[in-house]
């Protein structure tokens, strides 16, 4: 065993180091690292305590990165096969991963440096592609079931906004695609969100990127700002943004089935890229206290970023120190006296 998770040491009673004795399982595993397909086998696990019965555990073994690998996805439970099978893929990622990435990036900077080679620029691309794809998933390896990537900046959601839209934009127009932002009131008066300006901004980028992939070639995308008592919801209206990441549940099951269904590798290779920045999207949202979701308005499909503004966002009740009390007090003023503002001129 090279990697095993918390969840799969207490089902298996193995740890990194440790040898299967399973004799189900190694068959299954030598022959996915042989036949370089996947296979599914039932195996008797560990009990979670004295008297306790044997539980039967349900193992997919995958071919794993590299050729002498495999992956096994372990579960006694459908609702937990989705959560034990990322957390086994972002501890792969993280570990087999890091390096190969940085020492691409190198080449692909010395490539693009060398002579103009039309065949160069042309594999230039294809791994400046993969590189991107390998990053996505190195961020995601990073943010999965850490806190660490919270902060506690003070953003403003507007700048916020035009610097997401910077990064998107070149993708924009190369698609002749416009955008148009919506707010309720000034631009430059949202509501302040708390939390990591690189993670959030982030977010941002990874979900306008995919509302731009998904709309039509000479169309537009329309953006909406609604404020919501104490939440900030940011509005992809009428968008396709991760569709088809939403309607799969892993990279490696979107590629199999849409190959089932006659879709096209390239159909699906954007159907697990999506999926990987979907999943991004929701771990760093979820850490900041909000959530993506998706609504129907009129036979229109809005994709919708919902996040807390006011104080900083934490899992535990904590008290906020002096300073951000301080920082939130000035704000809640502000917002207050811009309502009775707007009230008070309206006939």
């Known amino acids: 065993m090279r990697f095993s998770n918390a969840q799969a040491a207490a089902k298996m009673r193995l740890n990194s180091g440790s040898r299967l004795q399973e004799p189900t399982l190694i068959n299954a595993v030598n022959g996915t690292v042989i036949e370089q397909t996947s296979r599914t086998v039932t195996i008797c696990g560990q009990p979670t305590g004295p008297g306790e019965p044997v539980p039967e555990l349900r193992c997919k073994v995958l071919p794993g990165l590299s050729r002498d690998d495999a992956m096994v996805l372990v579960t006694d439970s459908a609702d937990e096969h989705a959560v034990v099978g990322f957390d086994n893929l972002m501890m792969v990622i993280r570990s087999d991963l890091r390096d190969p990435l940085s020492a691409l990036t190198q080449s692909l900077v010395m490539a693009r440096n060398d002579r103009d080679v039309h065949a160069l620029d042309a594999l230039c691309d294809q791994v400046d592609e993969v590189t991107q794809v390998l990053s996505k998933l190195i961020d995601l390896a990073s943010v999965w079931g850490s806190e660490s990537l919270v902060g506690n900046d003070r953003i403003e959601l507007w700048p916020l906004l035009q610097q997401a839209w910077a990064k998107v934009e070149p993708l924009a127009r190369a698609r002749n695609l416009k955008a148009r932002f919506t707010a309720q009131g000034p631009k430059t008066q949202l509501a302040a969100i708390y939390g990591s300006e690189h993670w959030l901004k982030r977010v941002f980028v990874e979900c306008l990127e995919a509302a731009v992939r998904a709309a039509r070639p000479g169309g537009s995308l ?62 760093i949202v979820a850490q900041h206290g909000g959530q993506l979701r998706e609504e129907h308005d009129d036979g229109q499909r809005n994709f919708l970023i919902d996040l807390p503004t006011g104080a900083p966002f934490r899992n535990e009740a904590v008290d906020m120190d002096i300073a951000q009390a301080q920082v939130y007090a000035r704000d809640l003023a502000a917002l207050m006296a811009r309502r009775r503002d707007n009230r008070a001129a309206k006939p």
Request: hydrophobic content about 35%; proline content about 3%; some cysteine.
């Open 222 to 283: 329309e953006i909406e700002h609604r404020q919501m008592g104490p939440r900030a919801l940011i509005v992809l209206r009428d968008s396709g943004a991760f569709v088809a990441a939403r309607e799969e549940s892993t990279p490696m099951e979107t590629v199999s089935s849409s190959k089932g269904r006659g879709t096209s590798e390239a159909g699906a290779r954007l159907a697990s890229r999506d999926l990987i920045g979907l999943k991004l999207c929701q771990q």
